[in-house]
């Protein structure tokens, strides 16, 4: 049980990392643009795999929908 929570963890490190240097690299994307992208890509992988974090999350994403960015 344990080992398959780890695996499923690491999978989910490296594709987020994954994403965020495709998202960082596309050149039409502003910085806001890319940090909120990658805001809501957690919040959907999160979502999933505990949806405790939901609610975490949008109230970050509310916070990022205001004037202020987020350094990741």
């Known amino acids: 049980m344990f080992f398959k929570i ?3 963890a690491r999978n989910y490190i490296v594709f987020a990392i994954m994403w965020r240097l495709v998202v ?3 050149p039409s994307q502003t910085p806001k643009g890319f940090s909120l992208n990658f805001i809501v890509f957690l919040n959907w992988h999160i979502w999933i795999f505990n949806k405790r974090w939901r609610i975490f ?3 970050v994403l509310q916070w990022s929908s205001s004037n202020k960015t987020i350094d990741f």
């Open 57 to 59: 999350w949008n109230l």
């Open 24 to 26: 960082f690299f596309r």
């Open 6 to 8: 780890a695996q499923k």
